[in-house]
Structures are given as C-alpha cells and as structure tokens.
C-alpha cells in the first residue's frame, strides 16, 4: 500500500517532516505527488523533485494521502478535491495539516465531523480523517502515525511522543 503525499510550490515541508521520517523509517512506500510540476519549491525555500504527477498515481492501493499546508489556492483543483473525495470514501486515512486541511473542507469530506475547522483542538482524528494546525506538526505526525499502525507496541509510541514531542533523550 502506498502513502502519497501532495507537494505544491510553496508547501510547508516543515509541517510533514516528522511524519515523513516516520514513513521511512517504517518502510513504508512513500510517494510524492505534484500537480503541476515535479520541481516543487517549499515555502522553506527548499528545492525538491517530486515522483510523480497526481493524476497518474491513481486511487488504488492508496493506505493514506496527505496535505500538508502552504500557499493551496494552486491545488484548489477538480482532480484534487475528487481524489480526497474518493479516497475518503474508500475508507484510505486522509490528513492535512494547516492550510491543508481547507483542500480536505473544500472536498466535502469534514462535514458532520470533528475537525481543527470545527473545534478548538489542535489535532484531530474522527475517523479516517485527520486534521491538525501547523503548531501541532509533532502531533499530526504522531496521530498519523497511530491511524496507520506504525508503531510496534505502547512502549514505541510512549518512547517516539517522549523523544518527538518532549524532547526527552533517546535511551
């Protein structure tokens, strides 16, 4: 199963970074998506080539898909708001993060749903949706994280919110 992620210009790579490393670490086959153009430029300023377009990664196989935030009028498209449609339908884990989580708004799927749109909470999981603000990165990542069965046991998952969110040294 794939996790695939959108990158755009001027996405927050920030917002995604933990999440993505622990992707990697878990073995899990990560893909990154573009729109418009493989050659993204973060918001960060970093330059990054991304796998492959959106419209050919298809629907199937998909374990998660993911938004992180930054400028998303530019990904505010039919092909977009369809896929995070169909996904979510499909039952696959759909999280933005920030900005984000407006792409996953303006596809229909927060509706009659707890969300960071609806309620106070920095982080959020209501089924196969999470949603987050850009403060709670460290939290998106771990939810996510959760909902895709990453962690090993509670010792791993107490141990990864130590060292990620308290900054409590590794033993």
């Not at 001027?10 to 992707?23: D, K, Q």
């Not at 493989?38 to 938004?67: Q, T």
């Not at 696959?92 to 707890?114: F, K, R, S």
């Not at 603000?133 to 909902?147: H, L, M, P, S, T």
Request: hydrophobic fraction near 40%.
């Amino acid at each position: 199963m794939k996790d695939i992620v959108l990158l755009y210009d001027g996405c927050c790579i920030y917002e995604i970074v933990i999440l993505n490393y622990f992707l990697q670490y878990t073995n899990s086959q990560v893909l990154f998506c573009f729109t418009e153009k493989p050659d993204i430029k973060s918001m960060e300023g970093y330059s990054i080539h991304a796998d492959m377009p959106l419209s050919e990664a298809g629907c199937g196989d998909v374990r998660s898909f993911i938004v992180p935030g930054g400028m998303v009028r530019q990904i505010e498209t039919d092909l977009v708001l369809k896929t995070v449609k169909k996904l979510h339908q499909q039952g696959t884990l759909v999280a933005g993060i920030c900005a984000g989580v407006d792409i996953l708004e303006q596809a229909g799927i927060l509706e009659g749903i707890p969300s960071t749109h609806s309620t106070d909470a920095d982080c959020i999981r209501a089924g196969n949706v999470v949603t987050a603000r850009a403060n709670a990165y460290v939290d998106f990542a771990i939810e996510v994280g959760k909902a895709l069965d990453l962690f090993e046991d509670e010792e791993d998952l107490r141990g990864t919110v130590d060292f990620w969110k308290y900054f409590k040294r590794a033993q």
